[in-house]
């Protein structure tokens, strides 16, 4: 099957909401008779419903559909939310994910040397107990792990994966796979792996990462280990930028930056680690204390391009997507489901949330940047959000008035 291209904003939406729905239903034949809550209606009603009110009943959602001109109820919505629409949902989802081209970037004059900015994290969400046995999470309880990465120049967000909540994010190789030439790729150190670093430099990409303390750096000259600990106890200065090999398995030629913190900001960064450990039941080392003293990074950017400041102002734009990750769950309230509801009717709601953020950051791509200046996604979506109505309108009138609704 042959991905569609999209031109422009208003295709994505139709594309989305209408022509990957019917090309899924074609495989799924989830519906095989016309009716008023044919497949891409009922998409449609539950993407743009949830989008708009993000624990909307099924009840409410037949509300919302009567903006499309859709006579349903909640128990008719609820007749049809099984695994055959749990299936379509998911095929939309990724259909979009994998075929949607990817929005001409916004060149940000500090940036523009990088064909991408791509920045990996994952974030949990809580499950009813319904689920445990398909995503089991921890301490007994119900959680999906959604891995996700995030182009920064454009807005858009290019890859997902859906896991266990248990599964660590060492396991997953995301930030690999999304490393294309020329692209800075960002993360935190929870993905942290020597081999996963050196393969990324083999695909002719960067990375600026924290530093793991208990990875091992060598001398770039004489290949003897250095001990991190009594160099920067004995430094003279408040940083250090020094290039090493990292790692005693690939020992890949690097640059580490850091830089002293005060005394203040050290002593917080210790107290907050001991107390994680009491509850975990571990204890710390001296040598890691004494590194929480420092702001460490390693990168293969170089020291001609990139001076040691620059390099933690870069580092620090990985924070962006721990705000998406808030929007996602206080704006579009994904992840607020009732604990009483079926598996079939989590996971389509699940699916319809996924779907309904997707089509926002697509809708927002290129638009985040102005004159140098970064917009507000939450404020975006907000205005999104009271403008579905409009929307479902629009899709009533076969499309009618969709370029004055992305205007």
Known sequence: MCPIKCTDKVADIQVVLEEYVNQANKLIE???????????????????GWLQKGDASLNDLAEMAQEMGIMVTGSAIHERINTKAVELLNHVLYQALHHLPARPQIPVRQLDQFTAIRITDSTQLWLPECLYEVFTGTKGVAKVKLQVTLDYLSGDWVALEIESGKSPDQNSDLPVRQAIAGSLNLFDLGYFKQERLQDIVASGAFFVSRYQSQTAVYDVETDERIDLV????????????????????????????????????????????????????????QAYLTLLSWDILITNLSQ?????????DLYSIRIQIEWCFRVWKSELRVGHFDKKCRPERVLCQLYAHLIGILLCHRLTSGWLWRKDQEHSFAKCVQIIQRRITYLMTCIKRNWYGIHAWIH
């Open 304 to 312: 001609e391009t990139w001076h040691l400041g620059q390099l933690f």
């Open 230 to 285: 009594h160099l920067i106890q004995t430094a003279k200065t408040d940083t250090v930028d020094m290039p090493i090999k990292l790692g005693g398995r690939v020992k890949l030629p690097v640059r580490l930056v850091a830089r002293r913190l005060p005394q203040k900001v050290a002593d917080a960064r210790r107290r907050k680690v001991k107390k994680k450990m009491r509850h975990t039941g571990k204890t710390c080392s």
């Open 30 to 48: 989830f519906s095989q008779r016309e009716t008023s809550l044919n497949a891409s209606r009922f998409v449609q009603t539950l993407v743009l």
